[in-house]
Protein backbone atom coordinates (compact mmCIF):
# COMPACT_ATOMS: atom_id res chain seq x y z
CA UNK A 1 0.00 0.00 0.00
CA UNK A 2 0.99 3.48 -0.55
CA UNK A 3 -0.05 7.08 -0.19
CA UNK A 4 0.27 10.06 -2.82
CA UNK A 5 -0.23 13.57 -2.39
CA UNK A 6 -2.08 14.95 -5.70
CA UNK A 7 -2.16 18.98 -6.08
CA UNK A 8 -4.43 20.04 -8.72
CA UNK A 9 -4.68 23.51 -10.48
CA UNK A 10 -7.14 24.54 -12.51
CA UNK A 11 -10.84 25.27 -12.72
CA UNK A 12 -11.66 22.89 -9.71
CA UNK A 13 -13.40 25.06 -7.60
CA UNK A 14 -16.99 25.62 -7.77
CA UNK A 15 -17.14 23.16 -10.42
CA UNK A 16 -17.98 20.01 -8.87
CA UNK A 17 -14.82 19.01 -8.31
CA UNK A 18 -13.79 17.40 -4.93
CA UNK A 19 -17.97 15.54 -4.98
CA UNK A 20 -16.07 13.95 -8.31
CA UNK A 21 -12.84 12.79 -6.77
CA UNK A 22 -14.88 11.87 -3.81
CA UNK A 23 -17.03 9.53 -6.20
CA UNK A 24 -13.68 8.19 -8.36
CA UNK A 25 -11.99 7.49 -5.25
CA UNK A 26 -14.79 5.36 -3.42
CA UNK A 27 -15.81 3.45 -6.22
CA UNK A 28 -11.68 2.02 -6.11
CA UNK A 29 -12.11 1.94 -2.27
CA UNK A 30 -9.10 4.17 -2.50
CA UNK A 31 -9.01 6.12 1.27
CA UNK A 32 -7.55 9.19 2.16
CA UNK A 33 -8.76 12.77 1.53
CA UNK A 34 -9.59 16.06 -0.25
CA UNK A 35 -9.69 19.14 -0.07
CA UNK A 36 -9.22 22.98 -1.13
CA UNK A 37 -6.17 24.91 -0.21
CA UNK A 38 -6.51 28.20 -1.19
CA UNK A 39 -6.76 28.13 -5.12
CA UNK A 40 -5.47 24.84 -5.40
CA UNK A 41 -6.90 21.20 -4.89
CA UNK A 42 -5.34 18.87 -2.43
CA UNK A 43 -5.80 14.74 -2.82
CA UNK A 44 -4.25 12.73 -0.36
CA UNK A 45 -5.02 8.70 -2.01
CA UNK A 46 -4.14 6.19 -0.36
CA UNK A 47 -4.22 2.66 -1.55
CA UNK A 48 -2.64 -0.12 -3.95
CA UNK A 49 -0.51 1.35 -6.99
CA UNK A 50 -2.78 -0.62 -9.50
CA UNK A 51 -5.64 1.76 -8.10
CA UNK A 52 -3.83 4.70 -7.45
CA UNK A 53 -2.99 4.75 -11.24
CA UNK A 54 -6.61 4.18 -11.73
CA UNK A 55 -7.26 7.50 -9.97
CA UNK A 56 -5.12 9.75 -11.31
CA UNK A 57 -6.28 8.40 -14.78
CA UNK A 58 -9.98 9.15 -13.82
CA UNK A 59 -8.88 12.56 -12.50
CA UNK A 60 -7.82 13.97 -16.09
CA UNK A 61 -10.31 12.20 -18.21
CA UNK A 62 -13.29 11.77 -16.41
CA UNK A 63 -13.58 15.74 -15.65
CA UNK A 64 -17.20 17.19 -14.50
CA UNK A 65 -18.36 19.37 -17.65
CA UNK A 66 -17.00 22.78 -16.24
CA UNK A 67 -14.10 21.64 -14.53
CA UNK A 68 -10.25 22.17 -15.94
CA UNK A 69 -6.92 20.94 -14.97
CA UNK A 70 -3.79 23.59 -15.61
CA UNK A 71 -1.69 21.47 -13.69
CA UNK A 72 -1.02 18.46 -11.85
CA UNK A 73 1.68 17.45 -9.54
CA UNK A 74 2.03 14.23 -7.56
CA UNK A 75 4.51 13.57 -4.49
CA UNK A 76 4.67 10.07 -2.74
CA UNK A 77 4.27 10.09 1.04
CA UNK A 78 6.35 8.04 3.84
CA UNK A 79 5.13 7.32 7.13
CA UNK A 80 1.88 8.70 6.31
CA UNK A 81 -1.05 7.14 9.14
CA UNK A 82 -3.65 4.92 7.45
CA UNK A 83 -7.25 6.62 6.47
CA UNK A 84 -10.08 4.47 6.98
CA UNK A 85 -12.10 6.01 4.26
CA UNK A 86 -12.41 8.78 1.87
CA UNK A 87 -13.52 12.64 3.06
CA UNK A 88 -13.79 15.87 1.90
CA UNK A 89 -11.86 17.67 4.35
CA UNK A 90 -13.01 21.53 5.09
CA UNK A 91 -11.19 24.49 3.18
CA UNK A 92 -7.84 25.84 3.85
CA UNK A 93 -6.36 29.41 2.87
CA UNK A 94 -3.33 28.56 3.44
CA UNK A 95 -2.02 27.94 -0.36
CA UNK A 96 -1.80 30.15 -3.50
CA UNK A 97 -1.60 28.50 -7.31
CA UNK A 98 -3.02 29.59 -10.27
CA UNK A 99 -6.34 28.22 -10.19
CA UNK A 100 -9.22 30.45 -10.68
CA UNK A 101 -13.27 30.08 -10.09
CA UNK A 102 -15.27 29.57 -12.89
CA UNK A 103 -17.09 32.21 -14.88
CA UNK A 104 -20.68 32.48 -14.76
CA UNK A 105 -22.12 30.03 -16.61
CA UNK A 106 -25.71 29.58 -18.73
CA UNK A 107 -28.64 27.09 -16.79
CA UNK A 108 -27.52 23.90 -17.14
CA UNK A 109 -30.36 20.92 -19.17
CA UNK A 110 -30.96 19.72 -16.04
CA UNK A 111 -31.85 22.68 -13.72
CA UNK A 112 -33.60 24.26 -16.71
CA UNK A 113 -35.91 20.67 -16.84
CA UNK A 114 -36.37 21.32 -13.22
CA UNK A 115 -38.08 24.80 -13.59
CA UNK A 116 -39.73 23.51 -16.00
CA UNK A 117 -41.33 20.82 -14.58
CA UNK A 118 -44.27 21.57 -12.39
CA UNK A 119 -44.16 18.41 -10.23
CA UNK A 120 -40.43 19.56 -9.34
CA UNK A 121 -40.37 22.03 -6.53
CA UNK A 122 -38.16 24.28 -8.16
CA UNK A 123 -40.73 24.81 -10.69
CA UNK A 124 -40.80 28.32 -12.10
CA UNK A 125 -38.06 29.02 -9.86
CA UNK A 126 -35.45 32.00 -11.35
CA UNK A 127 -32.69 31.56 -9.48
CA UNK A 128 -32.18 27.69 -9.81
CA UNK A 129 -28.25 26.49 -9.86
CA UNK A 130 -26.18 23.64 -9.55
CA UNK A 131 -22.14 22.32 -9.68
CA UNK A 132 -22.48 22.87 -13.75
CA UNK A 133 -24.35 25.84 -14.06
CA UNK A 134 -25.12 29.63 -12.52
CA UNK A 135 -23.39 32.65 -10.80
CA UNK A 136 -19.57 32.07 -9.77
CA UNK A 137 -17.56 34.90 -10.76
CA UNK A 138 -19.97 37.81 -10.57
CA UNK A 139 -21.00 36.60 -6.77
CA UNK A 140 -17.87 35.63 -5.23
CA UNK A 141 -15.67 38.09 -2.80
CA UNK A 142 -12.61 35.89 -2.54
CA UNK A 143 -11.25 32.31 -2.65
CA UNK A 144 -11.55 29.59 -1.31
CA UNK A 145 -14.89 29.48 -3.06
CA UNK A 146 -17.27 28.50 0.06
CA UNK A 147 -20.92 29.79 0.52
CA UNK A 148 -19.67 31.94 2.76
CA UNK A 149 -17.66 34.18 0.88
CA UNK A 150 -20.24 34.56 -1.85
CA UNK A 151 -22.90 37.09 -2.07
CA UNK A 152 -25.46 33.90 -1.27
CA UNK A 153 -24.35 33.79 2.30
CA UNK A 154 -27.13 36.22 2.63
CA UNK A 155 -29.22 33.41 2.06
CA UNK A 156 -28.97 30.53 4.74
CA UNK A 157 -30.00 26.66 3.30
CA UNK A 158 -33.53 25.35 4.04
CA UNK A 159 -33.51 21.79 5.15
CA UNK A 160 -34.61 20.46 1.79
CA UNK A 161 -31.51 22.30 -0.19
CA UNK A 162 -29.44 21.42 3.10
CA UNK A 163 -29.42 17.99 2.69
CA UNK A 164 -28.56 17.82 -1.24
CA UNK A 165 -25.64 20.80 -0.19
CA UNK A 166 -24.52 17.61 2.22
CA UNK A 167 -24.48 14.45 0.34
CA UNK A 168 -21.13 13.88 -2.08
CA UNK A 169 -22.94 12.01 -4.57
CA UNK A 170 -26.00 14.61 -4.60
CA UNK A 171 -25.37 16.98 -7.73
CA UNK A 172 -25.94 20.20 -6.02
CA UNK A 173 -23.16 18.87 -3.34
CA UNK A 174 -21.30 22.27 -2.58
CA UNK A 175 -23.03 24.15 -5.00
CA UNK A 176 -22.75 27.15 -3.35
CA UNK A 177 -25.38 29.21 -5.71
CA UNK A 178 -27.77 26.26 -4.61
CA UNK A 179 -31.11 27.61 -3.20
CA UNK A 180 -34.84 27.37 -3.81
CA UNK A 181 -38.20 29.59 -3.12
CA UNK A 182 -38.14 28.90 0.21
CA UNK A 183 -34.79 29.91 1.24
CA UNK A 184 -33.18 31.97 -1.88
CA UNK A 185 -33.86 35.42 -3.64
CA UNK A 186 -36.80 36.35 -5.23
CA UNK A 187 -38.27 39.15 -7.57
CA UNK A 188 -39.74 41.90 -6.91
CA UNK A 189 -41.51 43.80 -9.50
CA UNK A 190 -42.40 47.76 -9.27
CA UNK A 191 -43.90 50.70 -11.44
CA UNK A 192 -41.89 53.86 -11.95
CA UNK A 193 -45.09 56.08 -10.59
CA UNK A 194 -43.71 59.43 -12.40
CA UNK A 195 -40.21 58.84 -10.99
CA UNK A 196 -41.44 57.01 -7.69
CA UNK A 197 -41.18 53.31 -7.25
CA UNK A 198 -43.91 51.55 -6.32
CA UNK A 199 -43.83 48.03 -5.11
CA UNK A 200 -46.71 46.00 -7.19
CA UNK A 201 -48.03 42.88 -5.47
CA UNK A 202 -48.10 40.02 -8.13
CA UNK A 203 -48.54 36.27 -8.46
CA UNK A 204 -46.47 35.94 -11.11
CA UNK A 205 -43.76 38.71 -11.73
CA UNK A 206 -42.39 37.08 -14.88
CA UNK A 207 -45.57 36.21 -15.96
CA UNK A 208 -46.41 40.10 -15.70
CA UNK A 209 -43.22 41.38 -16.42
CA UNK A 210 -44.07 39.95 -20.01
CA UNK A 211 -47.23 41.20 -20.77
CA UNK A 212 -45.90 44.25 -20.08
CA UNK A 213 -43.56 44.37 -21.75
CA UNK A 214 -45.85 42.94 -25.13
CA UNK A 215 -48.04 46.35 -23.97
CA UNK A 216 -45.28 48.37 -24.96
CA UNK A 217 -43.86 49.03 -21.63
CA UNK A 218 -39.79 49.37 -20.68
CA UNK A 219 -38.41 47.46 -18.15
CA UNK A 220 -35.13 47.50 -16.13
CA UNK A 221 -34.57 43.54 -15.56
CA UNK A 222 -32.00 42.78 -12.84
CA UNK A 223 -30.47 39.88 -13.80
CA UNK A 224 -27.09 37.28 -12.63
CA UNK A 225 -24.37 39.64 -13.32
CA UNK A 226 -25.66 42.81 -14.25
CA UNK A 227 -28.85 44.54 -15.23
CA UNK A 228 -30.58 45.02 -18.94
CA UNK A 229 -33.28 47.15 -20.34
CA UNK A 230 -35.73 45.35 -21.68
CA UNK A 231 -38.10 46.16 -24.74
CA UNK A 232 -40.52 43.82 -27.48
CA UNK A 233 -38.45 43.96 -30.87
CA UNK A 234 -41.42 44.16 -32.65
CA UNK A 235 -42.99 47.43 -31.71
CA UNK A 236 -41.30 50.15 -32.94
CA UNK A 237 -42.68 53.22 -30.80
CA UNK A 238 -41.43 51.36 -27.71
CA UNK A 239 -38.17 51.09 -29.74
CA UNK A 240 -38.03 54.67 -30.51
CA UNK A 241 -38.77 55.61 -27.07
CA UNK A 242 -35.96 53.40 -25.28
CA UNK A 243 -33.62 55.76 -28.03
CA UNK A 244 -34.91 59.00 -27.08
CA UNK A 245 -35.15 58.12 -23.42
CA UNK A 246 -31.59 56.85 -23.71
CA UNK A 247 -30.32 59.54 -26.33
CA UNK A 248 -29.28 56.66 -28.19
CA UNK A 249 -29.83 57.94 -31.85
CA UNK A 250 -28.52 55.17 -34.36
CA UNK A 251 -26.15 52.15 -32.34
CA UNK A 252 -27.80 49.13 -32.59
CA UNK A 253 -29.24 47.23 -29.86
CA UNK A 254 -28.64 43.24 -28.96
CA UNK A 255 -31.94 41.14 -28.53
CA UNK A 256 -32.38 37.88 -26.87
CA UNK A 257 -34.45 35.07 -28.70
CA UNK A 258 -36.30 31.83 -26.41
CA UNK A 259 -34.51 29.64 -29.05
CA UNK A 260 -32.23 28.83 -32.30
CA UNK A 261 -35.26 27.64 -34.04
CA UNK A 262 -36.79 31.26 -33.48
CA UNK A 263 -33.44 32.83 -34.60
CA UNK A 264 -33.42 30.78 -37.59
CA UNK A 265 -36.33 32.90 -38.50
CA UNK A 266 -34.61 36.13 -38.65
CA UNK A 267 -30.72 35.68 -38.59
CA UNK A 268 -28.79 33.47 -41.04
CA UNK A 269 -26.87 30.97 -38.92
CA UNK A 270 -23.81 29.33 -39.46
CA UNK A 271 -22.67 25.63 -37.72
CA UNK A 272 -19.95 27.94 -36.25
CA UNK A 273 -22.81 30.62 -35.13
CA UNK A 274 -24.70 28.11 -33.56
CA UNK A 275 -22.62 26.38 -31.53
CA UNK A 276 -21.16 29.53 -29.72
CA UNK A 277 -24.74 30.96 -29.24
CA UNK A 278 -25.36 27.96 -27.74
CA UNK A 279 -22.13 27.50 -25.62
CA UNK A 280 -22.36 27.34 -21.58
CA UNK A 281 -21.05 31.03 -22.49
CA UNK A 282 -23.92 32.15 -24.16
CA UNK A 283 -22.38 35.33 -25.42
CA UNK A 284 -24.20 37.89 -28.12
CA UNK A 285 -23.35 37.12 -31.83
CA UNK A 286 -23.13 39.33 -34.73
CA UNK A 287 -25.67 37.67 -37.30
CA UNK A 288 -26.45 38.44 -40.68
CA UNK A 289 -30.62 39.42 -41.23
CA UNK A 290 -32.37 37.03 -43.52
CA UNK A 291 -34.83 38.14 -45.67
CA UNK A 292 -37.90 37.20 -43.16
CA UNK A 293 -36.16 39.58 -40.61
CA UNK A 294 -39.23 41.94 -39.78
CA UNK A 295 -38.79 43.34 -36.40
CA UNK A 296 -39.31 47.55 -35.81
CA UNK A 297 -37.20 49.81 -38.12
CA UNK A 298 -35.26 51.16 -35.37
CA UNK A 299 -33.84 48.14 -33.34
CA UNK A 300 -30.47 47.93 -35.98
CA UNK A 301 -31.19 50.97 -38.13
CA UNK A 302 -29.29 50.65 -41.36
CA UNK A 303 -27.55 47.44 -40.84
CA UNK A 304 -27.29 43.60 -42.27
CA UNK A 305 -26.22 42.28 -38.77
CA UNK A 306 -28.21 41.90 -35.61
CA UNK A 307 -26.31 41.00 -32.24
CA UNK A 308 -28.20 37.86 -30.73
CA UNK A 309 -28.01 36.11 -27.26
CA UNK A 310 -29.93 32.93 -25.93
CA UNK A 311 -31.44 32.81 -22.84
CA UNK A 312 -28.27 32.17 -20.17
CA UNK A 313 -30.10 32.64 -16.51
CA UNK A 314 -33.12 30.96 -15.32
CA UNK A 315 -35.18 33.66 -15.59
CA UNK A 316 -34.88 34.50 -19.26
CA UNK A 317 -35.92 30.61 -19.98
CA UNK A 318 -39.13 31.56 -17.94
CA UNK A 319 -40.13 35.14 -19.35
CA UNK A 320 -39.81 33.22 -22.53
CA UNK A 321 -42.74 31.07 -21.56
CA UNK A 322 -44.52 33.77 -21.17
CA UNK A 323 -44.51 35.52 -24.58
CA UNK A 324 -44.87 34.53 -28.43
CA UNK A 325 -42.24 37.98 -29.60
CA UNK A 326 -39.51 36.43 -31.40
CA UNK A 327 -37.05 38.44 -29.06
CA UNK A 328 -36.95 41.65 -26.98
CA UNK A 329 -33.92 44.20 -26.63
CA UNK A 330 -31.86 42.92 -23.42
CA UNK A 331 -29.11 46.49 -23.74
CA UNK A 332 -27.17 46.77 -20.36
CA UNK A 333 -28.23 49.50 -18.18
CA UNK A 334 -25.68 52.00 -17.70
CA UNK A 335 -25.07 55.80 -18.59
CA UNK A 336 -23.56 56.08 -21.57
CA UNK A 337 -19.88 55.11 -20.80
CA UNK A 338 -20.31 54.61 -17.00
CA UNK A 339 -20.75 51.15 -16.03
CA UNK A 340 -24.15 48.77 -15.78
CA UNK A 341 -25.59 49.51 -12.34
CA UNK A 342 -26.29 46.39 -10.16
CA UNK A 343 -27.57 47.57 -6.67
CA UNK A 344 -31.30 48.27 -6.26
CA UNK A 345 -31.06 51.39 -5.13
CA UNK A 346 -29.32 52.51 -8.59
CA UNK A 347 -31.84 50.81 -10.71
CA UNK A 348 -34.81 52.63 -8.91
CA UNK A 349 -32.94 55.83 -8.75
CA UNK A 350 -31.17 56.30 -11.77
CA UNK A 351 -33.02 54.40 -14.27
CA UNK A 352 -36.22 56.15 -13.66
CA UNK A 353 -36.18 58.17 -16.44
CA UNK A 354 -35.78 55.79 -18.96
CA UNK A 355 -37.22 52.57 -17.41
CA UNK A 356 -41.66 52.39 -16.96
CA UNK A 357 -41.18 49.01 -14.92
CA UNK A 358 -38.44 47.36 -12.56
CA UNK A 359 -38.06 43.47 -12.26
CA UNK A 360 -35.29 43.03 -9.31
CA UNK A 361 -34.66 40.64 -6.87
CA UNK A 362 -32.51 40.89 -3.30
CA UNK A 363 -29.00 39.14 -4.28
CA UNK A 364 -26.32 41.41 -4.30
CA UNK A 365 -24.33 41.35 -7.43
CA UNK A 366 -20.26 41.96 -6.58
CA UNK A 367 -18.89 42.37 -9.89
CA UNK A 368 -20.85 43.37 -13.01
CA UNK A 369 -20.12 41.85 -15.54
CA UNK A 370 -21.69 43.02 -19.06
CA UNK A 371 -22.48 40.23 -21.79
CA UNK A 372 -19.64 39.22 -24.35
CA UNK A 373 -20.12 39.91 -28.08
CA UNK A 374 -18.32 38.21 -30.35
CA UNK A 375 -18.52 38.00 -34.29
CA UNK A 376 -17.07 35.30 -36.84
CA UNK A 377 -14.66 36.26 -39.37
CA UNK A 378 -13.73 33.80 -42.01
CA UNK A 379 -15.28 30.74 -39.53
CA UNK A 380 -12.94 32.25 -36.87
CA UNK A 381 -14.40 33.29 -33.27
CA UNK A 382 -13.50 36.67 -32.67
CA UNK A 383 -14.16 38.93 -29.31
CA UNK A 384 -15.09 42.60 -30.09
CA UNK A 385 -16.04 42.11 -25.68
CA UNK A 386 -14.59 39.26 -23.96
CA UNK A 387 -16.62 39.27 -20.23
CA UNK A 388 -19.45 37.31 -19.28
CA UNK A 389 -19.38 33.64 -19.48
CA UNK A 390 -15.29 34.30 -19.88
CA UNK A 391 -13.63 36.05 -17.27
CA UNK A 392 -12.31 35.31 -15.49
CA UNK A 393 -10.72 32.34 -17.39
CA UNK A 394 -6.85 32.89 -17.95
CA UNK A 395 -4.79 32.57 -21.39
CA UNK A 396 -2.06 30.49 -20.72
CA UNK A 397 1.17 32.13 -21.99
CA UNK A 398 3.74 29.59 -20.33
CA UNK A 399 7.25 29.26 -22.27
CA UNK A 400 5.59 31.85 -24.73
CA UNK A 401 7.67 34.87 -23.53
CA UNK A 402 10.83 32.77 -22.37
CA UNK A 403 12.87 33.68 -25.09
CA UNK A 404 12.75 37.77 -24.43
CA UNK A 405 12.85 37.21 -21.23
CA UNK A 406 13.69 34.46 -19.13
CA UNK A 407 12.17 35.55 -16.24
CA UNK A 408 8.92 36.06 -17.89
CA UNK A 409 6.69 32.61 -16.45
CA UNK A 410 7.80 33.74 -12.72
CA UNK A 411 6.36 37.63 -12.76
CA UNK A 412 3.35 38.99 -11.70
CA UNK A 413 2.23 42.20 -13.94
CA UNK A 414 -0.56 44.36 -13.59
CA UNK A 415 -1.29 45.79 -17.56
CA UNK A 416 -3.70 48.65 -17.48
CA UNK A 417 -5.48 49.78 -20.74
CA UNK A 418 -6.18 53.47 -22.32
CA UNK A 419 -9.05 55.26 -21.39
CA UNK A 420 -11.57 53.87 -23.30
CA UNK A 421 -13.40 50.95 -23.33
CA UNK A 422 -10.99 49.51 -21.09
CA UNK A 423 -9.74 45.75 -19.98
CA UNK A 424 -7.18 45.30 -17.59
CA UNK A 425 -5.17 42.30 -17.16
CA UNK A 426 -3.23 40.45 -14.40
CA UNK A 427 -0.33 38.42 -15.24
CA UNK A 428 1.08 35.72 -13.11
CA UNK A 429 2.49 32.32 -13.04
CA UNK A 430 2.31 32.81 -17.11
CA UNK A 431 -0.95 32.51 -17.04
CA UNK A 432 -2.92 36.04 -18.19
CA UNK A 433 -6.34 36.98 -15.94
CA UNK A 434 -8.09 39.35 -18.45
CA UNK A 435 -10.76 41.59 -17.04
CA UNK A 436 -14.27 42.20 -17.99
CA UNK A 437 -15.62 44.90 -19.68
CA UNK A 438 -14.85 48.13 -17.76
CA UNK A 439 -15.75 51.04 -19.20
CA UNK A 440 -14.59 54.92 -20.38
CA UNK A 441 -12.14 55.30 -17.92
CA UNK A 442 -12.73 58.77 -18.35
CA UNK A 443 -16.14 59.01 -16.45
CA UNK A 444 -15.56 58.87 -12.67
CA UNK A 445 -17.84 56.07 -11.66
CA UNK A 446 -16.25 53.65 -14.63
CA UNK A 447 -12.11 54.53 -12.78
CA UNK A 448 -13.80 53.60 -9.09
CA UNK A 449 -14.89 50.50 -10.53
CA UNK A 450 -11.68 49.77 -12.41
CA UNK A 451 -10.04 50.31 -9.09
CA UNK A 452 -12.46 47.65 -7.48
CA UNK A 453 -12.05 45.28 -10.46
CA UNK A 454 -8.66 45.40 -9.67
CA UNK A 455 -8.52 44.56 -6.31
CA UNK A 456 -11.14 41.72 -6.78
CA UNK A 457 -8.78 39.96 -9.50
CA UNK A 458 -6.02 40.16 -6.85
CA UNK A 459 -7.85 38.62 -4.30
CA UNK A 460 -9.61 35.66 -6.35
CA UNK A 461 -6.27 34.93 -8.07
CA UNK A 462 -4.28 35.73 -4.51
CA UNK A 463 -2.05 37.95 -6.35
CA UNK A 464 -0.32 40.30 -3.33
CA UNK A 465 2.22 42.43 -5.30
CA UNK A 466 3.34 43.10 -8.63
CA UNK A 467 6.93 42.94 -10.19
CA UNK A 468 5.88 45.40 -13.03
CA UNK A 469 3.15 47.61 -13.93
CA UNK A 470 2.03 48.70 -17.31
CA UNK A 471 0.30 51.43 -18.68
CA UNK A 472 -0.47 53.81 -21.62
CA UNK A 473 2.01 56.15 -22.59
CA UNK A 474 0.02 58.77 -22.43
CA UNK A 475 0.48 60.78 -19.43
CA UNK A 476 -3.54 62.13 -19.56
CA UNK A 477 -5.00 58.73 -19.06
CA UNK A 478 -6.73 58.14 -16.15
CA UNK A 479 -5.42 54.70 -16.21
CA UNK A 480 -1.86 55.83 -16.60
CA UNK A 481 -2.70 58.13 -13.35
CA UNK A 482 -3.76 54.80 -11.30
CA UNK A 483 -0.62 53.14 -12.96
CA UNK A 484 1.48 55.57 -11.02
CA UNK A 485 -0.31 55.40 -7.74
CA UNK A 486 -0.44 51.41 -7.63
CA UNK A 487 3.10 51.29 -8.82
CA UNK A 488 4.19 53.71 -5.73
CA UNK A 489 2.39 51.02 -3.48
CA UNK A 490 3.32 47.95 -4.77
CA UNK A 491 7.05 49.81 -5.33
CA UNK A 492 7.85 48.18 -8.48
CA UNK A 493 9.15 49.82 -11.76
CA UNK A 494 6.42 50.88 -14.40
CA UNK A 495 6.61 50.33 -17.92
CA UNK A 496 4.64 53.10 -20.34
CA UNK A 497 3.99 51.24 -23.64
CA UNK A 498 3.23 53.13 -26.65
CA UNK A 499 -0.72 52.91 -27.85
CA UNK A 500 -0.13 51.53 -30.87
CA UNK A 501 2.47 49.03 -30.04
CA UNK A 502 0.09 47.43 -27.71
CA UNK A 503 -2.29 46.87 -30.07
CA UNK A 504 0.49 45.41 -32.30
CA UNK A 505 1.98 43.11 -29.98
CA UNK A 506 -2.04 41.93 -28.63
CA UNK A 507 -2.88 41.13 -32.41
CA UNK A 508 0.31 39.01 -32.63
CA UNK A 509 -0.76 36.87 -29.80
CA UNK A 510 -4.02 36.27 -31.15
ZN1 LIG B 1 -27.47 23.27 -13.21
ZN1 LIG C 1 -34.02 25.81 -0.17
Known amino acids: ?92 DSFSGTSVIPPDLAICDKCLEEINDPNNRRYNYSFNACTDCGPRFTVIE ?41 CGPSLELYKNDNQNPVKIDSEDPLKDTAKLLDEGKIFAIKGIGGTHLVANVMLEDTVNLLRERLGRENQAFAVMSPDIETVREYAIVSDAEEETLLSKERPIVILKKNESYNFAKSVSPGLHNIGVMLPYAPLHHLLFNHTDTPAYIMTSANVPGEPMMITNEEILKNLDTIADYYLIHNRRILNRCDDSVARFRNNELAFIRRSRGY ?30 DVTFTILKNSKAYVSQHIGNTNKYRTYEFLQEAIK ?13 IACDLHPQFFTTR ?16 QHHHAHGISLLND
Do not use: W
Open 456 to 468: HMMRITKTDSFDA
Open 391 to 420: TPEPYDLKGKYTSLNPEFDNLNILALGPEL
Open 482 to 497: LAKELDEEYDCPLIPV
Open 1 to 92: MKTEKVLVEGIVQGVGFRPFVYRIATELELSGYVRNLGNVVEIVIQGSDDKIADFIYKLQNELPPIAKINNLETEELEDEEEYADFTIKESS
Open 142 to 182: NVPYDRDKTTMDDFPLCDECEVEYKNPLDRRYHAEASCCEV
